[in-house]
């Protein structure tokens, strides 16, 4: 809630809230305002939403949006204002997990990107999730952290930790931080491994 209304403030466009008593649109997603990624139910109709809230503890109700949905893996220095990101598709998603991923690079939305970075002023190494629909970008999530889909982002040149770990240890007057962007467009497929004892 607090995330939803620093957006609202700061005039970033984001899926809107509602509670049970003040639905005004014809379909909505229900989740779990905490562990929200166990239960998540999309497109309900608002004849449904208050059957359904009752197999919730504590549900956030918000404007469903249908789109495509996208991580944005980015990188904030803490002593300056370098600022890297690459954007990426989420196109296999499971248990609100990037199975498949794949880079993109667009000018439009990434001044957008600059924009919300710019307004949040976050540091270090951390997530935005985005839903667009075909119109705009709704700011969906921003993770304080690295994905597990954020190795694409790593392998094409944003060396988030290697980063960090320069400014950790106050290496940055020594060491250069820069950002050679090796966006190929390739595809990411996460799999799981066996695993042998």
Request: glycine residues 4%.
């Amino acid at each position: 809630m607090k995330f939803y209304k620093c957006l609202k403030s700061k005039s970033i466009k984001t899926p809107s809230l509602f509670s049970k008593n003040k639905l005004k649109l014809k379909k909505y997603i229900i989740k779990e305002r905490y562990n929200s990624s166990n239960l998540i139910q999309k497109n309900i109709d608002i004849n449904n939403i208050k059957i359904i809230s009752k197999k919730f503890n504590d549900p956030f109700i918000q404007e469903y949006i249908k789109g495509k949905e996208i991580s944005v893996d980015v990188w904030s220095s803490r002593y300056n204002k370098k600022n890297y990101f690459i954007s990426r598709t989420r196109n296999l998603i499971i248990n609100g997990e990037s199975k498949i991923t794949k880079g993109f690079d667009d000018k439009n939305f990434n001044t957008i990107v600059k924009n919300i970075i710019s307004k949040l002023n976050l540091k270090g190494p951390y997530m935005f999730q985005f839903i667009f629909d075909k119109k705009n970008y709704y700011l969906i999530e921003c993770n304080p952290r690295i994905g597990g889909a954020s190795t694409y982002s790593i392998n094409n040149g944003l060396e988030m930790i290697l980063w960090s770990l320069i400014e950790i240890y106050k290496l940055d007057k020594q060491i250069n931080i820069k950002f050679i962007k090796r966006l190929n467009f390739n595809t990411l497929i996460r799999i799981p491994f066996d695993k042998f004892q």
